[in-house]
């Protein structure tokens, strides 16, 4: 029974941190395979597909899990194609932006690809298969190797083929959750969803992916280096409480569902003690790895900067479950409301800084990360009092007649 549980963690562990490690490896050897224009191209591409990938596939994923909607080929497909139609915007401001009609085509398949990923990837959350999870992870870094090295020329469309066809495989290897399972729901429904969840994910994903970008406008590029190497090495730390929170968030789901208060609140606080752990220690190895960082900038304030950043990605971590939890109980415009309104204030500061230039652009950039902490922070305690008052609330009791 203990080796079970073992093997679960570990398996939902290398079922996070795979995705992270497979970007890795096909930038390092593209980078290493293709001219300069060729990779500048690629990345960009890549990245662009991935953002839309946050958008619709995220909200039909988070939708899967809200409904517990087992997924099989045909809802893959389904889910997928509301994906892409849900991240059209994105696509088609790419194309106003490149008119380049074949790169938009590759970008389209490989969307559509990552989209499948994505889908697939929530399927096993909900059923908690995370080892066959990281084998499907694992197949696909193997088959993004052999697209690198076969297809140099159509990089893009190649991994999204095998992106597409390792999802459909995969899909047809893992045995549906309820066979008689019923997914009725309505389109038009299911699109309104999506499209709410995944933008608002956009809106509060999107802060941190920022801080790069709006470090050059405001600072100096020694500054952009140290936010892009920092935002990189975060993100290898948050992989193990998204680890704990995927063995966990049906579990939640659920005890939320019963209004079992006493039961929910256990499995909250044993996350949130597990997290806070963790964070500690990534904390410090973030800070460890800051004061590597060959710069001109004193290590005092790299250091000092790093616990900025870490402070509100901390945030963020621990109030996981209820952000989440608020997809579940049909607060989900609300949600998107309060991202929305946190980007916004984060947008405006940027606006007024950049403009005033009244700071050093390093404090510029430490000022920010000072108010994306106080943002999610007031985000933390307004999510916290709408599921305080659902899991208070009366549970409907629904009459048969």
Do not use: W
């Not at 790169?103 to 889908?119: D, I």
């Not at 495989?169 to 995944?198: A, H, Q």
């Amino acid at each position: 029974m203990m080796l079970k549980f073992s093997l679960g963690k570990l398996s939902s562990l290398a079922f996070v941190a795979l995705p992270g490690f497979s970007r890795l490896v096909i930038f390092y050897i593209a980078a290493l395979m293709l001219d300069t224009n060729s990779f500048a191209s690629f990345s960009s591409a890549y990245s662009l597909a991935v953002v839309v990938a946050m958008v619709g596939a995220i909200g039909s994923g988070l939708l899967i899990l809200k409904d517990e909607i087992a997924v099989t080929v045909s809802s893959l497909l389904k889910f997928t194609v509301i994906s892409v139609i849900v991240s059209l915007p994105i696509f088609f401001i790419f194309f106003l932006n490149s008119n380049d009609v074949e790169l938009f085509v590759y970008l389209f398949l490989l969307g559509l690809g990552l989209s499948a990923n994505q889908v697939l990837r929530h399927s096993f959350i909900l059923e908690k298969k995370f080892f066959l999870g990281a084998c499907y992870e694992t197949v696909l870094i193997l088959l993004s190797l052999i697209c690198i090295f076969s297809f140099t020329n159509h990089l893009i469309l190649s991994i999204g083929i095998s992106y597409i066809f390792i999802s459909i495989t995969f899909s047809l290897i893992k045995s549906p959750l309820d066979n008689n399972n019923n997914n009725n729901n309505n389109s038009n429904n299911n699109i309104k969803s999506i499209m709410v969840i995944g933008y608002s994910n956009l809106a509060s994903s999107g802060i941190l992916f920022l801080l790069p970008t709006f470090s050059t406008m405001i600072s100096e590029p020694e500054v952009t280096k140290v936010t892009s190497l920092l935002v990189s090495v975060i993100g290898i730390v948050t992989v193990f409480p998204r680890a704990i929170y995927n063995l966990k968030v049906i579990d939640f789901k659920r005890l939320l569902e019963d209004r079992d208060v006493f039961n929910y609140k256990l499995s909250l606080f044993d996350y949130r003690k597990k997290v806070y752990l963790i964070m500690a220690l990534g904390i410090f190895f973030v800070n460890s790895y800051a004061l590597t960082i060959e710069t001109d900038i004193p290590k005092i304030n790299i250091f000092i900067y790093s616990l900025m950043m870490s402070s509100f990605i901390c945030i963020g971590q621990a109030f996981m479950p209820e952000t989440n939890m608020m997809n579940f109980i049909n607060k989900e415009k609300y949600l998107m409301f309060l991202n929305f309104f946190v980007f916004f204030l984060f947008f405006l500061s940027f606006l007024i800084i950049k403009a005033l230039n009244f700071l050093d652009g390093f404090y510029s950039i430490q000022v920010l990360c000072l108010l994306i902490s106080f943002l999610y922070a007031i985000r933390s305690a307004l999510v916290i009092r709408e599921i305080e008052g659902y899991i208070s609330s009366p549970k409907k009791v629904e009459v048969c007649t």
